[in-house]
């Protein structure tokens, strides 16, 4: 259940029910090792904050593939985050949430092998030139690998998600939705909450990942997933097969 929180759910569901969507990214025992090794910082592996930017020309070199963590303010990106990276104690998460804050891009570095970008969370009164600085990012970075739309695993989705929802879909970039706080969310709830967006999903988008992601960074269920599928859409697992 820790590790495959979606599955977990599998067994409340009605005899019949199509889950296939619930397996499409179900790797072994080797691969999330390697995924675990891979967000474990040592000397000769460092993991770091690099740097923040507000517009592209600030953005590190696309040196590396990346992925970028995206949701509206309060969905729980910097926990989870944290979370991701908790075998690298080290790395320094900054949060800016001082209302009228400039908001940035936050990059981390994962050894040699990726990037990470936090990037700022959205809302009903994100300012034009935040707005400009995401879909700019989001428009322009070719090394992006893939996007992780995070949404409130216990409201579902809201209207602000739609808009980043369109936003993608615009864009025709590939992007994942990540459930967060799922220890918030009575079963009936989240097997709800899932059901329906999966459905939204299925029905509404081109560029989604039919498997959503549940992760609770409290109890941390389905981080070791969501690592091993970062490791996974970044090129840095060779051994697991994309289906
Ligand atoms: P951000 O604005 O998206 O960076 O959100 P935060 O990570 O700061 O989280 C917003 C609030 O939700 C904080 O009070 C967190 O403690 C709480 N939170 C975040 N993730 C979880 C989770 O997985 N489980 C629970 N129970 N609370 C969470």
């Known amino acids: 259940a820790i590790v495959f929180p979606l599955q977990k759910l599998e067994r409340y569901l009605a005899p019949g029910t199509d889950t296939a969507r619930f397996r499409l990214f179900q790797p072994g025992l080797a691969a999330l090792q390697r995924a675990e090794a891979l967000f474990r910082s040592d000397r000769g592996h460092p993991i770091d904050y690099v740097s923040s930017a507000v517009r592209m020309e600030h953005a ?64 009903y009164r994100a300012p034009q030139d ?46 994942v939705m990540v459930l967060t706080k799922i220890d918030r969310a009575s079963r009936g709830l989240l097997l709800k909450n899932v059901l329906e967006i999966q459905e939204f999903v299925k029905e509404n988008t081109q560029g989604c990942f039919p498997q959503l992601f549940l992760v609770s960074s409290v109890e941390f269920s389905g981080v070791h997933l969501l690592r091993c599928f970062v490791a996974h859409v970044t090129g840095n697992l060779p051994t697991v097969e994309a289906r």
């Open 60 to 123: 590190p070199p696309p040196a590396l593939p990346e992925v970028c963590f995206i949701g509206r303010s309060n969905v729980g990106k910097s926990s989870l985050i944290r979370a991701l990276f908790s075998l690298a104690p080290e790395v320094e998460i900054r949060v800016s949430k001082t209302p009228g804050h400039t908001k940035k891009m936050n990059f981390f570095k994962v050894g040699k092998f990726f990037t990470l970008v936090d990037m700022p969370g959205y809302g």
């Open 130 to 175: 935040f707005v400009e600085m995401v879909e700019a990012y989001l428009q322009e970075r070719h090394n992006l690998k893939r996007t992780f739309l995070l949404v409130d695993g216990v409201v579902g989705l809201q209207k602000t998600d739609h808009i980043a929802v369109e936003m993608l879909e615009e864009f025709g970039i590939p992007y």
